[in-house]
């Protein structure tokens, strides 16, 4: 058994944020293996975005065994991501019902009865499609497979809005990509951060961007918001990569290139990209120890 490192009484309030990034998390994978091997898997606040949620859920359960198990035997070949299922109106590109309702729920169950007693605070980012503004969804109080489908429904790639009590919700990465100040507000003094792309990367706003476009008459408030989306990321990484919170920064992203696109599907690149995510992670667990 992994000694948690120190007394959780005598450290700061220690928080994990974990960003999205589609198939780009399997970095995160790597990286939470590590923190795990290290002893870093008691945080008071976790709060994390789409495959950033989904993977961070199974550190919040304790089900440490089951991260890589999740990226290497369920996410690769055509079961979750089939570019075939873009012409066929009832399926999605990205495949959540089979990943939330069958793996998560059947297959390779995650113990949501361990999130709801963990002492952990677990923040589901997602977007609320009426205001355009990101929802934590709570571990404690809220259900919580519903709202990692939601936190991951990244839209056109998965074709509808989930419905959680009566309001639609799509990809929390839209809103808040990397929820830092979540855990800010929550008095975290020491935060460590995962992101899925290398330092210095900026989003650039897209010459064509059919988001907005698809959701203008539906949810126009939404529509805006995604049009801004790059300014609010790009701020963000900005105040990352200069420490511009009151906060102690823990950052651990990809050194090199990432090895894995937000839609690989190859088994060996998704295995090389959780091995880079460990590696990149133990780096900076040692440089800082």
Known sequence: MLDCAGDMKQQPKRALIVEG???????SCGALMALVENGF???????????GACTSAFLVS???DMLPKIWTEHLHGTRFINYRNLTRRSSSLMDLDYLIDQVFANTAPLNTQAIQESSTQFYIVATHCKTGKPKYFEGHTDPILPALKASAALPIAYRQPVIIENDSYIDGGLSDAIPIQKA???????IFVLLTRPKGYRKKSPLIDLMPAYYKKSFPLLAEEIRLRHQRY????????TNDFPARLRVIQPQEKPIASRMTTNLKKIKAS???GYQDANLVLKRNS
């Open 234 to 241: 790009n701020t963000i990484v900005e105040k990352i990569e």
């Open 274 to 276: 959780i091995l880079q």
């Open 21 to 27: 990034g589609g198939m780009r998390g399997s970095h």
């Open 41 to 51: 898997w008691e945080f008071e606040v976790v709060a994390a975005t789409s495959a």
């Open 184 to 190: 800010i507000e929550e008095g975290c003094e020491e």
């Open 62 to 64: 304790r089900q440490f």
